[in-house]
């Protein structure tokens, strides 16, 4: 059975199915108010956007907004783990037991936090363009490269912002976003994880639900709580069912615009092996937690992000190779191809489609290597990633901004530095775990005879190779690798740290293998998708919204559950159903406090909602806006036919997830007894 | 670039392709001597036919050959790993150790193995449509059953054989196959893992390779030796590059016939679930065994055979994720059913593709839970095994013989009775582990709210109820096994083991889902197959050869090598070789006893050798044959290649890899000093 589908770049020419499709991540430069206005009644005016926008924060991975004006910000609970995690030991955890700071004055710094906020937007794209004209794809790229590093060091130097530049369309359009950021971020309050990821790893994606999962940090400024000119007022009430709703945030990554041979790329290079490897790696994970409560400790925050993954990518996989979703997604391409060369204007695009296909069938065989000795899929280990930052920044340090690999330009120095000075925890345990098994890994898919295998390999099983590496390095120090930071190429060349002499050794490599890809596939794919960029506005304007690239959206819906084959799934929760679920076992476990206090707790409390906007990993903690504007819920999941909104959406399936305010006041003042917060967010 | 592939059931159509190819899996009724003789100038007549197929030996899920009169069975290594895992212990380990019997006396029973040798096969192929004629396809089913059921019983009380239904041509074709069964099988030698598995997972289904993967077991008849009248020669020089060669052996499974979209079903049903779940339970052995020496013996060999089919599985998704192959697979079948419905005699045919499909949709909707409740992704337990069968068995049994399950007729019993006899370690660490992952797997795969997972797990984890059922069972004891499997129906009622009763609470529903996959899919496919068979065979005759089934087949090719990319691999290796490739470290770590005797050693004896054969799993152990049928080398394993044979036969890469005859000489005079074995084989 062919499902409904309304899905981004086939509006234009399908417009009674997307009309229907409350569908869009949308730039606020381009919002559909119109259509807002005329399907809801509501007048999203410019005011509206401004005053939300600027409420709207950007965390790592994450969205969140100020909800009052000293700074305090609203996010998920699953958005500040890593706090959590990096500020717990062996000992003891705050996933576990939550935290509540007793004043303002005991706010626990999230030391590789930042948050930004949006406050501008100018559009780029023709100096990009007057860049890379008439250039072969490799010089264009590095053109790209250089105009775009050039472009956001003068927009930092005169406007004092965090710059960054942004490529919406795939390369249709260039924007130079300026943030204001707050490098100062402190932890307020956390409740457990068992309760806010009640349900744990089964849970997580699916619909009825019960999670608390939602935190307040608060920005710092000069070592005081940030005064923020923009903040969101909390509705507790919450909305109704079938009420229109928003939400603001940062869509991490969409794919909705690839080609088919890139989705088949997906399908069959990446997806697949990083499946299988992430799969083990659970399950060492799984099996070290089990040898002691610190290991349990110890291994929670990981383990979390890696099933978190794996769903969300098991679900990909199945997206991809359900042949009637390729098969319409194989039918909508040939249709643009062919009005693309019915167009006159477009003369001379030549066939993008076919110059991606063929640089995908290079990327197919190198991707193994590039994975393994450039990717992340190789020498997985935290002190390794320190290591190669070190090395990497220090020569690329020594270049002019312009040449440098973009991750070390100057504008992103700081951001380094920042990471390199934070006091977090390493395990030697799991660092030792984690780089053995990539080792392992590495050895299989590389073959024992691969050089580089080879030569690490000599002598040492990944056992041993890892465990001198990881107990021989001093990088778990943030003195030390200050000290490494600072020095630059004359203190790494000095070195004699073991994982600092491994990414020395490993750099040429790796590096002419990035090059390769590059060239070869990058310079290729970017240039055809500028051109397939051209090809849809001149067919279609700009009356479709661009792929998410982890930058500022905005999108409509209302509150809604959804059918499933018999069963219709109701937009609301609440509490009793929590307890009613709970076993007793992890992670269907409430916790002590909610067990003590469930007497005075009134069990009809909203607890989780759902709604047809579509979001997608990144709007984590994105505030639920009502049509005044008001925060109405906070965004921390989609259901399970969520997950292939990265090609398509789904409209009668696709729903997001909300934990509910009325379910944080209930908590903040019953449970946790948050007072002063509950005050600040005028919750009395 | 399209690769030059022959694939079965297209040859007909294509004769100058196919003409190239050594490929095929021939019954030895069907034996394509004339071809041979033509291509090769070889005559394989009948009594070489006869001589080969009576000394070859079927084992659980291998292949062997008789050689010599005393019933000396030639076998691989990794076909009595399980054997070895048999008659170790925590605290020392025959697979980390070798096993040479001091004299036959001290030869080791291998209690839960059989051998068995082709000695009859009768075409039943006409009883078989006799008894389905007329009926729709849930009656045909049955009925089908209930007649092979009838025949097999009728055939082993009228010969004393051991009797065994076998369908070919995915059900073109029913025989009956009669086997002289050895029950009592023993262990004379085997090497350490050490060297038989040397550069162990890494190496798997690679060439060059140096495996001593050989092993020598001994049938006993009556407390003796077995006294055989066939039995092959050993040629102990092996073959020369380029010599033409046979493989006699029992082929596993091989899926040449598939419709498209039973290969689209593989892909996207069965494969990917299947890999992930197996990478999970890697993960989770490899961080046990890291715990104690105790751990690793116990884990190694249900490690290594899971390792083995991760890697299978991961090389068929692979293949069915190639495009071009799978266009090429959509073009044949269009072109077979373009033929099927030009030709008259087949009108009436029906569209046995499209019913196929329509299976495999209702498959697909019921797959993953018949796959955690009914096949064997749940409950992964040796004890919870033994209790389904007793407790299915106990209520079989009291059914007429031909209403039983198939796996419980009076046929199957014997074999039954022998494994719930075979006095086998149990290991309660790794059963808990095995069940824990499979619990939780279940919860994540059919969801907290599934009943079954509801019910099992209302105040229990996977870890909680694992550990009860495994520690709480008495089924690890052989005795009480006995006594359960003996006393039928009314000891199954009164026993409270708490996996019996885990198993009686599941029968009920995952009989029903069996019920529904028998009636919905199987009878529909089994149906459809014997039409598209019948197409076949009118439209191309017998000159194909049928898939695999695990049946006797004799394959011909030559001793080569083949071009990977710039590389000529070579068809040989040697000796020194090995030494070369030791890193000191498993899995490339050489035994102590061949580091001790290096100096003695013929560092150039020869150690592997490829051939183009087309054999697949099954096949492993499979004497390979000269053309005077002579063994000259002992299958082990195929190329990475050959693994998509399961699809298709790549004449270019496709290889299969076996064990050099001069190498077990060497090896059992001066590493192991196996004098009596040595004159046996007639190898001084």
Not at 285 to 304: C, G, H, M, T, V
Request: net charge negative.
């Amino acid at each position: 059975m062919r499902r409904v589908i309304a899905a981004l770049g086939f509006c234009a020419s399908l417009a009674s199915t997307c009309g229907q499709a409350d569908e869009g991540m949308w730039t606020y430069d381009n919002f559909p108010s119109a259509k807002v206005r005329e399907t809801y009644g509501v007048d999203i005016d410019q005011a509206w956007l401004d005053q939300v926008r600027q409420s709207t924060v950007r965390l790592s991975g994450c969205t969140a907004s100020f909800v009052s004006p000293d700074g305090l910000i609203l996010t998920n609970h699953h958005c500040v783990s890593s706090c959590l995690a990096e500020n717990s030991s062996k000992e003891s955890s705050l996933l576990e037991d939550g935290f509540l700071a007793a004043g303002r004055e005991q706010e626990l710094r999230c030391s590789t936090q930042v948050a930004d906020v949006l406050v501008s937007m100018e559009d780029i794209t023709s100096q990009v363009a007057a860049a890379t004209q008439g250039l072969d794809d490799v010089a264009a790229n590095d053109a790209r490269k250089r105009t775009l590093t050039a472009l956001e060091k003068a927009c930092e130097e005169s406007s004092g912002l965090k710059c960054q530049a942004v490529t919406l369309y795939d390369g249709g359009q260039y924007f130079l976003y300026g943030y204001k950021r707050y490098t100062d971020v402190r932890l307020a309050f956390a409740p457990e994880a068992g309760i806010a990821a009640f349900g744990g790893d089964p849970d997580n994606f699916q619909f009825p639900r019960w999670c608390l999962d939602m935190s307040l940090l608060r920005a710092y400024e000069d070592g005081a709580p940030a005064k923020v000119d923009h903040h969101l007022k909390v509705n507790f009430e919450g909305p109704q069912a079938g009420e229109f709703v928003l939400v603001s945030g940062h869509p991490g990554s969409t794919d909705r615009l690839l080609t088919v041979s890139q989705l088949e790329s997906l399908r069959s290079v990446d997806l697949p092996p990083s499946l299988l490897r992430g799969s083990e790696l659970r399950g060492r994970y799984i099996q070290f937690a089990k040898d002691s409560e610190a290991n349990q400790r110890i291994s929670a925050d990981p383990l979390f992000g890696l099933e978190n993954g794996l769903k969300v990518r098991r679900k990909l996989l199945d997206a991809l190779l359900d042949e009637d979703l390729m098969q319409e997604k194989r039918e909508r391409e040939a249709s643009l191809r062919g009005d693309a060369a019915a167009l006159a204007s477009l003369e001379g695009l030549g066939d993008p489609w076919q110059d991606i296909a063929e640089a995908n069938q290079r990327y197919a065989d190198m991707a193994n290597e590039y994975g393994f000795l450039e990717g992340g899929a190789g020498f997985s280990s935290r002190l390794f990633r320190y290591a190669r930052a070190l090395v990497r920044g220090a020569a690329e340090r020594s270049k002019p901004d312009g040449e440098r690999l973009r991750e070390f330009t100057d504008t992103a120095l700081p951001r380094l530095r920042q990471q390199m000075a934070a006091p977090v925890p390493v395990y030697p345990e799991l660092e030792t775990l984690t780089l053995s098994f990539s080792l392992e890994r590495m050895r299989e898919w590389l073959g024992p005879d691969h050089p580089v295998v080879r030569e690490l390999l000599a002598t040492d099983s990944p056992d041993t190779l890892a465990s001198s590496l990881v107990n021989g390095s001093r990088l778990g120090d943030s003195a030390e690798r200050l000290r490494l930071w600072e020095g630059g190429q004359e203190a790494i060349d000095a070195s004699d740290d073991p994982m600092i002499r491994l990414a020395r050794s490993l750099d040429e490599r790796s590096r002419a293998l990035r090059k390769r890809y590059e060239d070869d596939v990058e310079a290729v794919v970017d240039n055809a998708e500028e051109r397939i960029a051209r090809a849809r506005f001149e067919l279609y304007g700009t009356e479709v919204y661009p792929d998410a690239t982890f930058t500022l959206r905005l999108n409509f819906g209302t509150v809604q559950g959804w059918q499933e084959g018999e069963r219709s799934i109701e937009p609301f929760t609440r509490l009793e159903g929590a307890y009613a679920r709970a076993t007793g076992q992890a992670p269907f476990q409430i916790p002590d406090r909610w067990i003590a206090a469930r007497d005075q707790l009134d069990l009809s409390t909203p607890f989780n909602l759902s709604t047809n906007n579509d979001i997608v990993g990144g709007n984590s903690g994105s505030p639920l806006l009502n049509a005044r504007g008001e925060v109405v819920g906070v965004m921390f999941d989609g259901n399970i036919h969520s997950i292939s909104g990265a090609y398509w959406f789904d409209t009668e399936k696709n729903r997001s997830v909300a934990v509910h305010p009325a379910i944080w006041r209930e908590a903040l003042d019953k449970v946790y007894g948050a007072n002063a917060l509950l005050e600040e967010l005028d919750a009395r």
